[in-house]
């Protein structure tokens, strides 16, 4: 089985080590595992919200899919590294040059200096991707969606109420998504393209699962590559989504703030529409809910969906890995 994830940061990384945990109950060895099952997962990463910030360049998603499968994540904060130090970044702050809003660790900013040294070689960053995930042993192959820098940027009221743009990062960490958004931009988009093996990761899948990552700036980024949304539309692979809205409230961030900049109910309902049924268009063909929206999957299958309600808060790596094995089984229902 080949299971292609497209992820934003901590809630797509946290889905995915579910995956990866419930694929190795049913991988030779396991008990009860059909003679010559195999599986390979391989992530479609958000690029969107790297920047470059004190000289080096900063993949905040792709880090966090490193470290969570890789078994090194600060478990609390759900990014950046476990026992970190912000030692490096103290010191400069002591000098006056600011950036106090976006803290590198001295552990994670090791990773930002390897990262820059292997671009400045000229490789691609899928391949200082793979370069990196060589320590760490995710279980599966990270893929930046694309290798040119397209950076979400925020369209915000300036002081004198015209239109200022801030770096996504500025707007969701220093300013926490309070400064109502105009309008999201892809910096860049435009001349990209989707990096290398992500079509082929599409095209070749036997599942595509959209985990419970923000549709509007995490995912809606991966599919706005030209030639991402028309792979995933074309794709013989059933995709299923799982809702990242529990009971009408985000379940982790602030994705409301960007649901509601383009016009989207925070409701798991209103995200399956915003996505679209593959059989109209949209780039979906089921969709899974949390028990507590258990009304709005009846609603939703009066539609013509593939819908189910199951607990979907991922609580702890077992109850995830049940969450994963729900999604598949609902794709696998959907075909019989």
């Given at each position: 089985m080949k299971i292609t994830v497209l992820s934003g940061g901590v809630g797509g990384a946290r889905f995915t080590r579910g995956l990866l945990a419930h694929l190795r109950t049913v991988l030779p060895g396991a008990p009860d595992a059909p003679a010559g099952t195999t599986a390979e997962v391989t992530v479609v990463a958000n690029t969107g919200d790297d920047m470059w910030f004190r000289g080096v360049r900063v993949c905040p998603d792709l880090d966090t899919l490193m470290y969570t499968l890789g078994g090194a994540v600060h478990e609390?904060?759900?990014?950046?590294?476990?026992?970190?130090?912000?030692?490096?970044?103290?010191?400069?702050?002591?000098?006056?040059?600011?950036?106090?809003?976006?803290?590198?660790?001295?552990?994670?900013?090791?990773?930002?200096?390897?990262?820059?040294?292997?671009?400045?070689?000229?490789?691609?960053?899928?391949?200082?991707?793979?370069?990196?995930?060589?320590?760490?042993?995710?279980?599966?192959?990270?893929?930046?969606?694309?290798?040119?820098?397209?950076?979400?940027?925020?369209?915000?009221?300036?002081?004198?109420?015209?239109?200022?743009?801030?770096?996504?990062?500025?707007?969701?960490?220093?300013?926490?998504?309070?400064?109502?958004?105009?309008?999201?931009?892809?910096?860049?988009?435009?001349?990209?393209?989707?990096?290398?093996?992500?079509?082929?990761?599409?095209?070749?899948?036997?599942?595509?699962?959209?985990?419970?990552?923000?549709?509007?700036?995490?995912?809606?980024?991966?599919?706005?590559?030209?030639?991402?949304?028309?792979?995933?539309?074309?794709?013989?692979?059933?995709?299923?989504?799982?809702?990242?809205?529990?009971?009408?409230?985000?379940?982790?961030?602030?994705?409301?703030?960007?649901?509601?900049?383009?016009g989207v109910e925070t409701s798991a309902a209103a995200v399956a529409r915003h996505y679209g049924r593959r059989d109209e268009g949209g780039v979906l063909d089921a969709w899974l809910l949390d028990t507590a929206d258990a009304a709005a999957a009846e609603e939703l299958r009066a539609e013509g969906w593939v819908a189910r309600a199951v607990p979907t808060l991922m609580t702890d790596v077992p109850t995830t890995a049940r969450i994963a094995a729900d999604a598949l089984d609902l794709v696998a229902a959907g075909r019989r």
């Open positions: 609390d904060q759900g990014w950046g590294r476990r026992e970190e130090t912000t030692r490096t970044s103290t010191d400069l702050a002591a000098y006056g040059l600011g950036g106090e809003w976006f803290t590198l660790g001295d552990l994670d900013l090791a990773t930002h200096l390897a990262r820059t040294e292997l671009l400045r070689t000229g490789l691609g960053l899928a391949d200082v991707t793979a370069r990196l995930c060589r320590r760490w042993s995710p279980g599966a192959r990270l893929l930046p969606m694309t290798e040119q820098e397209v950076e979400t940027h925020v369209e915000v009221d300036g002081p004198d109420g015209s239109p200022v743009l801030l770096h996504f990062e500025e707007w969701w960490v220093r300013h926490r998504a309070a400064l109502p958004a105009r309008r999201f931009v892809q910096v860049g988009l435009g001349p990209s393209q989707p990096g290398p093996g992500v079509l082929d990761a599409l095209r070749d899948a036997d599942v595509v699962v959209v985990p419970p990552s923000n549709p509007v700036v995490s995912v809606g980024t991966i599919l706005a590559v030209p030639g991402v949304r028309d792979a995933l539309r074309a794709t013989r692979a059933p995709v299923v989504g799982v809702s990242p809205v529990i009971g009408g409230a985000p379940v982790r961030g602030m994705a409301d703030a960007c649901l509601r900049a383009i």
